[in-house]
């Protein structure tokens, strides 16, 4: 009776094994409902232009996380406050400090100098917040906006009792017109 009741408690501790190995072989990728300009705009207070003028990673005051802070000038303001020339300060989680990294997929990168259309919400210490992960920082080339979805499955937003699809991407490009156009006609 003993030894059943070992066995018992061993397979359960192996099915408890099996499904959690499963769960964080799965959560590798990062799923999302797929955000278009118009949907951005809406969760956005914030919307701009800018260049990324430096990027500095620290550590939170316990020690515990790590955050990359992203210096923007604005270059043009299309949706809240933000004036031209100012610099604002976009936070987000993740980067590498101390030979630590701390990383997750769907995480948008930046590089000094590059040119960015950025959707964002105001955080608490007077920065900014990327909205959407990836979906939100989009790379502009001379008059070319250019969405970047690469680590991340985008799924449309079905209703209840609807199984979720995989988004099928008509475009990843649009112009600088474009993007200006589709958030006044929604702000």
Known sequence: MLFLSALKRSARLLLIAALTTGLITTANAT??????IEDLTRLSSDIFHGQVVSTSVYWNAERTSIY???RVRIGETFKGSTRRDQIVTVT????EKDGIRM????????????SVALFTIRGKRDDFIVVGLKQGKMRVERSEVIRDFSGITLVDGAGRGKSLRPVNLKSTRL?????RNRIARVR
Do not use: W
């Open 68 to 70: 990359t802070a992203i």
């Open 103 to 114: 990383d997750y997929a769907g995480r948008p990168e930046f590089a000094a100098g590059e």
């Open 175 to 179: 112009t600088v017109d474009e993007l």
């Open 92 to 95: 987000q989680p993740g980067g």
């Open 31 to 36: 799923i999302m409902q797929y955000l278009d």
